[in-house]
């Protein structure tokens, strides 16, 4: 989404038609996306939990935001059905511990800023889970 803005410079306490104005538009006003997105098999624990780790780019956010979805077997997801909303973090959180003991496969994981004005999401990144060990978290 958009935000709008309309400057009014008026010399007097009201505004008239000869007044001048002054509009900006497209102004994004979601926070940055967070970056460095990676995420590894958790081999402490439970087979299947996943560490999940980012940097936030700046603070004007009010939660971050962890989405997962399945291998499609055609690189990182879409947007689509196969994407699920995993948790909803505090702002400035940078981890998150996924324990859902996933099925042995490969998981695409993303890490979203949100504030009132929408989310913004970082690139997706990979991890193998079971099989042959931990993932290298950069999509490959």
């Not at 399945?70 to 909803?88: F, K, M, R």
Request: some cysteine; glycine content about 12%.
């Amino acid at each position: 989404s958009t935000l709008s803005l309309l400057m009014v410079q008026t010399t007097g306490v009201t505004i008239d038609a000869g007044s001048s104005f002054t509009t900006f538009s497209s102004v994004d006003a979601r926070p940055s996306p967070p970056t460095n997105p990676g995420a590894s098999e958790d081999l402490s624990g439970p087979s299947g939990n996943v560490d999940c780790s980012w940097s936030n780019a700046q603070t004007s956010h009010d939660n971050n935001v962890v989405n997962r979805a399945p291998d499609n077997g055609s690189n990182a997801p879409s947007t689509g059905s196969e994407v699920t909303l995993t948790s909803t973090l505090a702002a400035n959180t940078t981890t998150y511990d996924d324990d859902s003991q996933l099925s042995d496969g490969t998981y695409w994981y993303r890490y979203g800023a949100k504030n009132s004005r929408g989310t913004r999401y970082s690139s997706w990144t990979s991890v193998e889970v079971g099989g042959n060990g931990n993932g290298n978290g950069n999509g490959e």
